[in-house]
């Protein structure tokens, strides 16, 4: 996997962090993307800090085994931001041939006027604010990244790529996270839409749904809640890793339930 390069997005902490590394120890150069946010005191102190962190960490880790990493703090909210990442990534890395939409800009909303949730996490009335929150990262970005993937995998003659987003929402509605539920829905249909559209140009897209997955913010009552089903976030990079991989070429098009 030498020659590829990968760009994550939200891999300061958790599941693009993990994968991150994965990724790297198999040869491929990666740009990690990050936001650092600061979050209200109703979620766990662990969980705070890895948003609030940069991706030193990660790029230290990467960078200590010999991997290729660079890492970039960007909004993806901002319209702007995939063209720049691109750039960025082909400047320091080389031509983009992995893309990853694991960001998420998660906020917990509802329909039924309720000032906390079932874990006691704030909850917030279903807004403009809200939707545009969670939309302009999980839905909107993920569409302008694969637009960008699909224009620069032309520009370069590419005949090999591999797209992967992650999911937890879906077409059934997530009750307490109800925006965060649509627009994970819309990553699943852009993706699906991508395998369709972009096979013929050698590039698979699929979409992994992890269970519960800790990355600091499962407490007892979550895990008590799930049945103690909780996975640690290389669990899900190492699936992330298969479908990237030679081996998954004919793998495309899926919604992948990790159990």
Not at 128 to 147: E, G, K, W
Request: proline share 3%; hydrophobic share 45%; net charge negative.
């Amino acid at each position: 996997m030498n020659d590829h390069v990968a760009l994550i997005t939200g891999a300061n902490h958790g599941i693009g962090a993990a994968t991150a590394k994965v990724l790297a120890a198999e040869g491929i150069g990666v740009l990690v993307t990050y936001l650092r946010l600061r979050d209200s005191a109703d979620l766990p102190e662990a969980y705070r800090a890895n948003r609030a962190a940069d991706a030193e960490q990660v790029v230290s880790a990467i960078s200590a085994g010999g991997g290729k990493v660079i890492a970039i703090e960007a909004d993806l909210a901002d319209p702007a931001a995939p063209s720049m990442l691109f750039d960025t990534a082909e400047e320091a890395l080389g031509s983009v041939d992995i893309l990853i939409n694991n960001a998420t800009g998660w906020i917990a909303d509802s329909f039924n006027g309720e000032d906390s949730d079932r874990f006691s996490r704030d909850l917030h009335q279903v807004s403009a604010a809200t939707f545009d929150q969670q939309f302009a990262v999980d839905a909107r970005a993920t569409a302008l990244l694969i637009s960008e993937f699909a224009i620069r995998h032309r520009r370069h003659d590419l005949n090999w790529g591999r797209l992967v987003g992650l999911t937890s929402g879906g077409p059934r509605g997530f009750p307490e996270e109800v925006s965060y539920g649509a627009a994970k829905a819309a990553l699943e249909n852009y993706s699906m839409s991508a395998a369709l559209e972009l096979a013929d140009r050698g590039i698979t897209s699929n979409v992994i749904h992890p269970p519960v997955t800790d990355t600091g913010w499962v407490t007892d009552e979550v895990r008590k809640y799930v049945g103690g089903r909780v996975a640690l976030p290389e669990d899900v990079a190492e699936v992330i890793a298969f479908l990237v991989s030679d081996q998954a070429r004919l793998v495309t098009g899926n919604v992948i339930q990790m159990k």
